[in-house]
């Protein structure tokens, strides 16, 4: 049987401003009928570079060498009407986003009928009937009605199944997935991996996958490809890609994945039961305000919680479960709750003014998700760390503050020299670390951290975790960890808060959520996270399936 | 860090280094124009062999509407003034309108732009619509009523210069005030804002400190612009006889206005010059500022290719920037 893709020695430069960027190196891959190749790699890795390179999706700055030989044509070579026939007739794409990929101003029948239409003669009649009979096909239900809807009627799930929709109506031999669950929650995502499964195992349509998250791989994947900055380090079938990875890349990337159960073996911290909680949520209750005459939106609805001196909570939920809403408003950024009560540092949240507040905000550190945009891109480093200690008098400007910077630098194990560049001259966990160094600045007694590692690598990921264990073991503040990630939360945690659509459905420790999990969902959402071992989570997969026939 | 790396990051320095291909050559022309426009201004007095009120010299009177000579390389005016000397001497009034028009609009706009975005709410909805009102005004209509009120209409230089930049700067600050308005709102939706404000910090060190350095991008593009449209207001006012007197100063919208008879009968150099002097100098600043917005944006810039040997195959364009990105996040990644 001849292989549907076959790439060979691709090599791919992109011309930007800082000189030329050699993306892709020698990259060679072969892709049998019915079969999932993941491709797995690190941001800038040249992953996603390589999956547009076989529908040449590149940005005209792209220049490739080597042969992307797709049913035993070259799609480099090809002319741009020759392209075009290709494209979606033989090979097709899933998106990362789903809710930009669809076009928010026509119907969904209307956006599948237009890859029909590109490829051959068929009638209204025809087309919308096509368009039904593939959104049956992908798991929505009452396609007869829904075809007739607009992308926002849809959930984000339903929307990346109506992306594999489209790709799937001109049955297509290959589907290059990039990223295709990253945007999705975990109890989606495993929808959507059983989808593709299913489209493989039914259409026979061998699949590309493009993912960083080793869970899915282990979902999905037949065959694996790692990249290392843009070459191809290894290349082996799933099990043994995970048993006995032979590259040393490959080893550390899968030591570095966080795995849940990683804290049963640390001893649980002492904390004093008298001490006044630096963070007491009563009945909180934060909802938005609607657009006029309609009703609003309660983000938060009756959560209680506290966190004492010293102590890490961790906060999970999926998107739009309220958990940053909590973290904004205990640091007094954004809406003030609307009910029930709120008490930080001794301050009722509700009514504080301003002026009243700002004392107390030496005492709170904040960690943001993206350290990419959390700095001012002007300032450098140092200016940026010394900026709460000259907002709070402690030093006259970011000159006289210098000292106490390399101290903060140095505790984040960052050479002090960095004080002197931009942000953008560091790498993302570089910056994620002076975010945590200007949070310190102050020694603050609480810190909230929103999803301080979900932009960064996995392998980035696991240091920043392992350094902010370490500043918490060291300087004692207490913690709100907000994460989505449930083996995250689980290795820094003392405690764990799941939060389900804006109520708090469970509450306990590490081993006491974790290991028995009494609420539904949060037993749903353990089922849903993919571990990063094929054949464990083959079983895994099973009890999910088992819970979802249950509800 | 040093001068050198500095002098790289000022702006039209840095674009130009930026630039490349047509995109460059555009560059170039514009600075070049304006480089000449400037020398001109600066060394007005050293470069016209006539000043531009000057009817004698040693040898008598200037005759009227002569013709280009060795004497008068660009012939003489109807009123007997030197075409070339006029022509010179008028950078400088151009060059006074600009700097007085932006200087007076551009820091009320980027004031009241900071303070309108960041702050929002009913002060914000009232400048808005005042901007609005405003900027619906015809600018030449405003020019000459400023210039009635503050002279009766006929003039010296300075009464002429601020009539003229006065009416600018109004119609200019509403431009101000958008750009910088729009950028604060959405400056102000970033995390290095809530990351300050977080830590304490008080409004005015979050406009000033965070703010506004971020917001002035855009500032050095409708700065360009908006210098044209100073020199066409200023030509238009001289020309529909709102101008300055010919003994104050030298101004190309007057000798235009002065011109028009001359045209019929034959007379070009009188209107030719000055009236090519305005269309150059608009466009020199022009190509400026079009291609410094060019440059702003990564989609427009261009790049040089890069370097390969055949066999090559040149992508086709993508609106998708990911990739790019993607790419220069790599260049950009040192691993941690």
Redesign the interface.
Known sequence: MTDVLNIRNLDV?????????H?VRDVSLTVAPGEVLAIVGE??S?K??TA?TIL??????????GAVILQGTDV??LS?SR?REIRGTDVAMVFQEPSTALNPVFTVGWQIAEGLRAHGKYSKKQARAKAIEILEKVGIPEPATRVDYYPHQFSGGQKQRVVIAMALVLDPELIVADEPTTALDVTVQAEILDLLRRVRDEFGTSIVLITHNMGVVADLADRVAVMY??ELVEEAPVQQLFSAPTAEYTRNLLAAVPRLGSSVTRAPKQLDPAATPVVVATDLVIRYPGRLGGAGFTAVDQVSFSIAPGEVLGLVGESGSGKTTIGRAI???GNRPTGGSLVVLGHEMRNVSNAAF??S??D???V???PA???????TIGEAVA??LV??GRAKDARAAAPRVAELLDAVRLPTSYAARFP??L????RQRA?LA?SLA?EPKLLIADEPTSALDVS?QA?VLELFAELQRQFGFAALFISHDLAVVDMLADRIAVLYRGKLVEEGTGPEVLGSPRHPYTQRLLASLPVPDPIEQAQRRETLRLLREAD | MNIRALWYRLPVIRQLRQAVGLQRGMLIAGLVIVGIFLLTALFAPLIAPYGYSQLRDENGGFDAQQPPSAEHILGTTVGGYDVLSRVIWGSRTAFLVIVIAVALSIFAGVLLGLISGYIGGALDRVLVVIADAVYAFPSLLLAIAASIAISGGRSDLWAGVFSAAISITVVFIPQYFRVIRAETARIKAEAYVDSAKVIGTGVPRIMFRHVLRNATRTLPLIFTLNSSEAILTLAGLGFLGFGIEPTSAAEWGFDLNKSISDVTSGIWWTALFPGLAIVLVVLGITLVGESLNDLADPRLRTRRRADSKAPVAMAEASVNEEGLDGAVSIAKEDRA
């Open positions: 430069t992109f011309a930007t401003d800082g000189g030329d960027v993306a941001s800038g040249g996603s570079v547009r040449r999706l590149l940005p005209a700055t792209a220049v490739t060498r480099l070579e741009g392209l900055q843009g640091a007094g950024l700002k004392p905000r030496e709170i550190g904040f943001f998700q993206d945009s959390s700095f001012n891109p002007l300032l900026e709460p907002v709070h953008h001259e790498s993302g966990g570089q975010s200007r102050l980035v240091t």
